[in-house]
């Protein structure tokens, strides 16, 4: 059950997201689609106050779900900020939850990492992402924890756009797709 703190930042979370990242107007997505409106949620998870309640919300959402993680994070750029702000609310709440980055591709120098952060091998892990169109960036970093050893156990993003990410995660992943908030929350339908 959520707490009247937790829902408090809820609610101010998603008048920040209102506020600082919706863009209205044509944009052509990373996905390579086009959409009316972008949501640009850099401007919240990196903002100094918002930051905070990113990792409250998502952390409180990830253990309603009933599930149990030890490392959160996902595809760089757009996840780095995420997992830094799950971490440090699971640290603030008094959990040990790690924060990790996935790149694009295995570095060809020095470790020749794909996975960055505390090892993440034998590790029950939850890929975050800050939005998600189809979920391929997701799904990339799903394909890169699973090759470092990790156990993903969920796909938790801030905003679901509605564009069928959450089944094709939960097809290809086989694991839940979580969200905290759902486009019609932010008047995007």
């Not at 949501?39 to 309640?53: G, K, N, P």
Request: hydrophobic share 45%; net charge negative.
């Amino acid at each position: 059950m959520t707490s009247p703190q937790t829902a408090a930042a809820r609610a101010r979370l998603l008048e920040l997201i209102k506020e600082l990242a919706v863009v209205r107007g044509k944009v052509i997505l990373s996905s390579g689609k086009e959409a009316d409106y972008y949501i640009d949620l850099r401007r919240v998870t990196l903002h100094h106050e918002a930051s905070q309640l990113v990792g409250e919300v998502m952390l409180d959402m990830i253990n309603a779900a009933g599930i149990s993680f030890q490392s959160a994070g996902g595809l760089t750029m757009g996840a780095d900020p995420v997992g830094t702000a799950v971490m440090n609310a699971s640290v603030r709440a008094g959990g040990t939850v790690d924060a990790f980055v996935v790149r694009k591709a295995q570095k060809s120098y020095g470790m020749g990492r794909q996975v960055e952060g505390p090892d993440v091998a034998g590790r029950d892990v939850v890929v975050l992402e800050d939005t998600s169109t189809t979920g391929g960036s997701a799904l990339t970093a799903v394909e890169g924890v699973r090759n470092a050893g990790g156990n993903v156990v969920a796909v938790a993003v801030i905003v679901d756009r509605d564009t069928g990410a959450k089944e094709r995660i939960e097809a290809e992943a086989g694991v839940p797709y979580l969200f905290a908030f759902g486009k019609d929350e932010l008047g995007l339908d």
